[in-house]
């Protein structure tokens, strides 16, 4: 295993107090590393489990060869920084803590993994929460580029397979089961990166519905032009319906505003990779 996987909140920061029993929820903290640029990859529950020990007692920094020996050259700073770096090559990754809700996959004890040259691959975990999600519709199909458009990708659930949309080359997937990650209590407040994520993808819905139904008026028009001259503008009914799906979208947006107006909290939006 390679370490191939931001925490919501100030790096620097101490861990926080414990909150009021009376005014807190319980989430599920993943702690993620930036493998590329904006490629979030999420550390396995265990070296999860130790990272979160530590950033509760307040520990400057972290081996990871104590829960994983294969990682045994990585050591991951909480203070200063929010890092990980190699010891062997000095190359460094910036490390994040999220928090998740406790139906989204890391609370489930669910991991969704791509397979490639012999390894089963976890993918960040964004796309895992869009995976699950996706799944358990009973939906047979899902393309990934619709939310995330650098993913161009199509996932079949009935012969569990990945598709590249540019070349068609294909790769196994698996629905597998793990460890759940650390629990921990939040305050009510605190929003997580799943609220984030839960917004982008409604988001994605109702702009690929808007998009729908505009190409679909586009063509009915013209159609309308070559048979009957007929005029091609959309009914009171059509107009309507666009109109809705842009508000809805106007709504989730300010939504999504309001949040980011929030204080900086433990955990932040994810980006998703495979």
């Excluded at 861990?15 to 029993?21: D, E, L, M, Q, R």
């Excluded at 020990?53 to 200063?80: E, H, T």
């Excluded at 679909?216 to 309507?240: A, L």
């Amino acid at each position: 295993m390679s370490p191939f996987s931001m925490p919501t909140g100030s790096p620097n920061s101490s861990a926080p107090p414990t909150p009021n029993k009376t005014t807190t929820k319980q989430a599920y903290a993943v702690w993620e590393y930036e493998r590329t640029a904006s490629r979030w990859r999420p550390h396995s529950p265990l070296v999860c489990q130790q990272l979160e020990r530590a950033f509760s007692k307040g520990l400057k920094s972290v081996y990871l060869g104590d829960s994983d020996p294969a990682l045994g050259q990585y050591i991951v700073y909480l203070n200063p920084g929010f890092k990980q770096i190699c010891v062997e090559t000095g190359n460094q990754w910036a490390v994040r803590r999220e928090l998740y809700d406790p139906s989204s996959p890391p609370g489930k004890g669910v991991a969704w993994k791509w397979f490639h040259s012999g390894l089963w691959i976890a993918y960040d975990m964004a796309l895992q929460c869009l995976i699950e999600e996706s799944w358990q519709k009973g939906d047979q199909t899902l393309d990934v580029s619709v939310f995330f458009p650098a993913f161009s990708y199509i996932l079949n659930f009935c012969n569990m397979t990945q598709v590249k949309k540019t070349n068609g080359a294909v790769r196994s997937i698996q629905r597998a089961q793990q460890p759940s990650y650390p629990l921990v209590k939040v305050a009510q407040s605190e929003p997580l990166a799943t609220d984030h994520l839960s917004v982008l993808f409604e988001t994605a819905r109702l702009n690929a519905e808007a998009q729908a139904h505009a190409t679909k008026g586009s063509k009915k028009g013209h159609h309308g032009d070559r048979s009957s001259g007929s005029d091609s503008s959309p009914t009171h009914h059509e107009g309507s319906t666009a109109r809705a799906l842009f508000r809805r979208i106007a709504r989730i947006g300010s939504k999504d505003e309001d949040r980011k107006s929030l204080p900086p909290s433990s955990t932040s939006g994810g980006v998703p990779g495979s």
